[in-house]
């Protein structure tokens, strides 16, 4: 397994852009698929972003298509969410996860991960 450290959340107002980073420390970051996962109050934690573990392969939930895009420096064990015209509904706990797989997928299932950070607040003002 991986272990994830997220950075980059804050406050930011509507209209406005964040750069959320993962650093993974562990075994062989370049096998691992991505994931950014985010949890506002009161409701269930969800899909945002994924990569594959070579980055050729990305999904996003429709919420945020066009809005954020997700990268990773395999090189330097992280991966980043870009995130543009901020809306205030993207506010919530951001999660970054990563599972170890063979193929060439991005995964959206939440349980299909076996490593998480610890999450980092993102706050957009209306």
């Known amino acids: 397994q991986v272990q994830l450290v997220e950075s980059g959340g804050g406050l930011a107002q509507a209209g406005g852009s964040l750069r959320l980073s993962c650093a993974a420390s562990?075994?062989?970051?370049?096998?691992?698929?991505m994931g950014w996962f985010r949890q506002a109050p009161g409701k269930d934690r969800e899909s945002v972003a994924a990569i594959s573990w070579s980055g050729a392969i990305t999904y996003y939930a429709d919420s945020v298509k066009g809005r954020f895009t997700i990268s990773r420096g395999n090189a330097m064990n992280t991966m980043y969410l870009q995130m543009d015209s901020l809306k205030p509904e993207d506010t919530a706990v951001y999660y970054c996860a990563a599972t170890y797989t063979g193929a060439a997928v991005a995964p959206r299932q939440e349980s299909t991960y076996t490593s998480w950070g610890q999450g980092t607040q993102v706050t957009v003002s209306s």
């Open positions: 562990g075994r062989a970051f370049s096998t691992y698929a």
